[in-house]
């Protein structure tokens, strides 16, 4: 089984360690997202020093297939958010 982290749980995180009131923890980090989603909305790279890197990256327009019936279907351009973890963040996870 794999536990989630939701936006709940990192405000809470907050209020326990930097002593803000729960809606203030829950207001920073509801501000920090906006943030992070505003500037991929822009197109713009968000990079969190010793996290890792958010990229905005657009796909081609390609020919797909429906895996039940096998027909053909287009798949439409787009974009798409990636993520790359930092060294430091691989270390962590990979010890």
């Given at each position: 089984m794999t536990n989630t982290i939701t936006r709940a749980d990192i405000a809470e995180k907050v209020f326990r360690e930097?002593?803000?009131?729960r809606t203030e923890s829950a207001e920073l980090v509801d501000a920090i997202m906006e943030e992070v989603a505003i500037a991929l909305e822009k197109g713009e790279t968000?990079?969190?020093?010793?996290?890792?890197?958010?990229?905005?990256?657009?796909?081609?327009?390609?020919?797909?297939?429906?895996?039940?019936?096998?027909?053909?279907?287009?798949?439409?351009?787009?974009?798409?958010?990636?993520?790359?973890?930092?060294?430091?963040?691989?270390?962590?996870?990979?010890?």
């Open positions: 930097l002593g803000l009131s968000v990079k969190l020093s010793s996290f890792g890197t958010f990229k905005v990256r657009s796909k081609n327009a390609r020919m797909g297939r429906n895996p039940r019936t096998k027909e053909e279907i287009p798949i439409t351009p787009r974009k798409v958010v990636t993520f790359h973890t930092s060294n430091i963040m691989a270390k962590k996870i990979n010890s």
